[in-house]
């Protein structure tokens, strides 16, 4: 069984569209997460979610929106695309303990491979 | 905030030992993990540590020493499946514990 899953895995498009990426964890974590690894590889993180609440957002342009319709889900929505975009973008999930208490280990999806032209 | 260290690259010979070296500096710490990602894949858990001193999994084990803000991960009895990018990754303290990545170790293994 997948634990966490990303549609699409592949997503090339046109500079200045509109593009969603969406995500799925069935592991029952309640915090889950958007990264960015660019093409040095460098995996940095975009937002995070707890019980569908935004907990961090980092500095990030405003054309980037995510969405939690629940604590399962966790959807990225992009608009005005443009060239420096293309990545991979991965999701993850995790259960948010009390600081200290157990691993609160992040758990990948396959990610999402985004190509702006 | 968090700043984190580990070489770009490294390469070693099947069968040998290699240590990939990690040096944090942060506001605040509960935590370091390792992952380990293949060309192409997502990261998956290797290590994690919070207590200094040695945690053995195999033939994966990493190091943490608090004071001098440190890592390492080492590998034994490398085998070829080993060629991956390492990453270390902080864990900060705050309320919503951050983890901030490193750029990553990419290992190449030769026969």
């Known amino acids: 069984d997948t634990a966490v899953s990303q549609t699409p895995k592949y997503l090339v498009t046109q500079m200045g569209n509109d593009k969603s990426i969406k995500c799925e964890q069935n592991?029952?974590?309640?915090?889950m997460y958007w990264y960015k690894q660019d093409s040095k590889k460098f995996l940095k993180i975009m937002f995070s979610?707890?019980?569908?609440?935004?907990?961090i957002n980092e500095t990030v342009p405003n054309r980037f929106s995510p969405k939690s319709p629940d604590k399962a889900h966790l959807n990225l929505h992009i608009n005005s695309l443009e060239l420096g975009d293309s990545a991979v973008y991965f999701c993850?999930?995790?259960?948010?303990?009390?600081?200290?208490?157990?691993?609160?280990?992040?758990?990948f999806g396959p990610g999402t491979r985004l190509l702006v032209l | 905030g968090q700043n984190i260290d580990q070489p770009t690259e490294m390469t070693a010979t099947e069968g040998a030992i290699v240590q990939i070296n990690c040096t944090y500096q942060?506001?605040?710490?509960?935590?370091l993990f390792w992952y380990q990602q293949h060309a192409g894949e997502a990261p998956t858990f290797l290590s994690y540590?919070?207590?200094?001193g040695l945690e053995e999994k195999g033939r994966f084990s990493s190091f943490l020493s608090r004071s001098k803000g440190y890592s390492y991960l080492l590998l034994k009895e490398l085998q070829m499946k080993d060629s991956a990018s390492y990453l270390c990754?902080?864990?900060?303290?705050?309320?919503?514990?951050?983890?901030?990545f490193g750029t990553g170790t990419k290992l190449q293994v030769i026969p």
């Open positions: 979610y707890n019980n569908k609440e935004l907990i």
């Open positions: 592991l029952g974590h309640d915090t």
């Open positions: 942060t506001s605040g710490f509960n935590g």
């Open positions: 540590n919070v207590l200094d």
């Open positions: 990754a902080v864990r900060d303290s705050g309320g919503y514990q951050k983890v901030t």
């Open positions: 993850a999930s995790s259960h948010l303990g009390l600081a200290g208490e157990g691993q609160e280990t992040q758990y």
